[in-house]
Structures are given as C-alpha cells and as structure tokens.
Antibody
Framework: EVQLVESGGGLVQPGRSLRLSCTAS????????MSWVRQAPGKGLEWVGF??????????EYAASVKGRFTISRDDSKSIAYLQMNSLKTEDTAVYYC???????????WGQGTLVTVSS | EIVLTQSPATLSLSPGERATLSCRAS??????LAWYQQKPGQAPRLLIY???NRATGIPARFSGSGSGTDFTLTISSLEPEDFAVYYC????????FGGGTKVEIK
C-alpha cells in the first residue's frame, strides 16, 4: 500500500525557515517524481514544486510564488522528499501536501498534509 | 501560465441527479487534464487522468471528456458520498489547478 506521511509543520515567524519531510512507503521511491501542493485555509489547491526522479536528472521546478525561496530535495536511500522553505511570508500559511507524480502529469497519491502557519 | 477556469463555482443537486462540471483552459493543454475530488478535512483524490481515464478504484459513474481547452467531468448519478469539491489540473505547462466546483446537496 502506497503511503506518504508529511511532517515538520508548525508555527513559524515571518522571515524564518522551516523544513518539511515526506516519508514514502509501498513503492519504489526512486522511480517517481515527487511534488508538493499546498492549500491555504478555505482556499483551493496550489502547486508548489516538484523534483524529478534521478533517471530524469533529479531536477526541480517551482511555482513563481515560491521560486528562489523554497527548495525541494530527495533522499532515495531513505525514501524521503524534503521541502525547505526560507524567507517565509504570512501568505505561505497553508496545509502542505506531499504527492507522488504519476506519469509526470498528475498526482496519484497524496499524504494527509501538514499545516504550516506563518505568523508573528 | 495556463489558467484553468472551473464552472459553476457551486452546483446544487439532489442524490440520483446528473452532475456536469466544466473546466476551461486559457490555452490548449492537449489531453493533459486531470480531475480530483476533495472532501472536508481530507486530501484530494485523483479521479480522472489524461482527460478521460478513470484512476484505480474510481466508480464508473465518474467520466471525463474533452481535449484542447474545454473539459467536462460528469457524475452520472450522484451518490451521497459524491458531494464534495472537485478540481481540475493541467500538466501542459508545469502544473496548475482550477479554482474548484463545490457539489452540494440541494
């Protein structure tokens, strides 16, 4: 059974940093691209970024709203994807979901999400 | 950036009725369009990928159609568990989501 479990969320002050982790199980982690999607309270879904599998270079892409502040990385030996968030803003407050990317086109498995609150 | 516009914002229907949800893209996304269902307090669930293919375990009452810029998600006969918010998502140019359609009980 595929499982994605996010951790690392919490309350952080504006301008500070936070790192989220996504621990995967039930599939060959290294074979898949992984992505992060967020959802502000009461709002819709927003794609944050993704990281390709090593077979496709392990490169990353980001939404314009987070580019230069957020970094996605992966540790295939541990089946973990990370989201490093720097220079956090109040508008980054959201539930952050880790997702598996299916066929480089959509998100077939989702974690339960972890809440990040950016507030002074 | 490709913008996805979903309509209507809210759809009020009764169980057993047919639901038709629309998603329009600001430019062609070919068939790289997916649909998700989200219930309160839960993560989204993939329903349809590549415009018309049901994901694993999705009931046959859910169907998708369209290509290019106009797409439709149809629920042939609403079950009580289908009342939720539905999002479309494209993968032609990075990833973007539509704003969502809430299907509520009339």
């Amino acid at each position: 059974e595929v499982q994605l479990v996010e951790s690392g969320g919490g309350l952080v002050q504006p301008g500070r940093s936070l790192r989220l982790s996504c621990t995967a199980s039930g599939f060959t982690f290294g074979d898949y691209a992984m992505s992060w999607v967020r959802q502000a309270p009461g709002k819709g879904l927003e794609w944050v970024g993704f990281i390709r599998s090593k077979a496709y270079g392990g490169t990353t892409e980001y939404a314009a709203s987070v580019k230069g502040r957020f970094t996605i990385s992966r540790d295939d030996s541990k089946s973990i994807a990370y989201l490093q968030m720097n220079s956090l803003k109040t508008e980054d407050t959201a539930v952050y979901y880790c997702t598996r990317v299916r066929g480089r086109r959509n998100f077939d498995y989702w974690g339960q999400g972890t809440l990040v609150t950016v507030s002074s | 950036e490709i913008v996805l516009t979903q309509s209507p914002a809210t759809l009020s229907l009764s169980p057993g009725e047919r639901a038709t949800l629309s998603c329009r893209a600001s430019q062609s996304v070919s068939s790289y369009l997916a649909w998700y269902q989200q219930k309160p307090g839960q993560a989204p669930r993939l329903l349809i990928y590549d415009a018309s293919n049901r994901a694993t375990g999705i009931p046959a009452r859910f169907s998708g159609s369209g290509s290019g810029t106009d797409f439709t998600l149809t629920i042939s006969s609403l079950e009580p568990e289908d009342f939720a918010v539905y999002y479309c998502q494209q993968r032609s140019n990075f990833f973007t989501f539509g704003g969502g359609t809430k299907v509520e009980i009339k």
